[in-house]
C-alpha cells in the first residue's frame, strides 16, 4: 500500500523559506518520480485548481512552474525515500496547501497535504 506523507508546511513572512518534506512508503521515489502541487481554495478560479508546482523525475531530471522557478528547488534522499521541496524568497501568492503526488503505472497516489502560509 501506498502512502504519501507530506509535513514541514507553516507559518512564515514575505521573503522567508520553508522546506517541505513527502516520506513514501510502499513506492520508490527513485524508480517513479514525486511531483509536488499546490492549491489555494479560496482564491477565484483557475488558480483554486490544485496546479503543478515541480517535479523530479527518476532520472533526477527537475522541472519547475515558472512562478516558482529560481525560488524553489526540489531534491530527493534515496535512502530515505522522501522528496524535499525547498522554498525560498516566499510571497504570499505562495500561500497554499502543498500536496505530493506519485504516478506508478496507471495509479496516481496523492498525499494529504501541508498548508504553507505567507503572511506579514
Known amino acids: 500500500q501506498v502512502h504519501l506523507v507530506e509535513s514541514g508546511g507553516g507559518l512564515v513572512q514575505p521573503g522567508g523559506s520553508l522546506t517541505l518534506s513527502c516520506a513514501a512508503s510502499?513506492?520508490?521515489?527513485?524508480?517513479?518520480?514525486l511531483a509536488w502541487y499546490r492549491q489555494a481554495p479560496d482564491r477565484q478560479p483557475p488558480d483554486n485548481q490544485r496546479?503543478?508546482?515541480?517535479?523530479?523525475?527518476?532520472?533526477?531530471?527537475?522541472m519547475y512552474a515558472d512562478s516558482v522557478k529560481g525560488r524553489f528547488t526540489i531534491s530527493r534522499d534515496n535512502a530515505k525515500n522522501t522528496v524535499f521541496l525547498q522554498m525560498n524568497n516566499l510571497k504570499p501568492a505562495d500561500t497554499a496547501v502543498y500536496f505530493c503526488?506519485?504516478?506508478?503505472?496507471?495509479?496516481?497516489?496523492w498525499g494529504q497535504g501541508t498548508q504553507v502560509t505567507v503572511s506579514a
Open positions: 503526488k506519485a504516478v506508478s503505472g496507471n495509479l496516481v497516489y
Open positions: 510502499g513506492i520508490a521515489i527513485n524508480a517513479n518520480g
Open positions: 496546479a503543478f508546482v515541480a517535479i523530479i523525475t527518476p532520472s533526477g531530471q527537475t
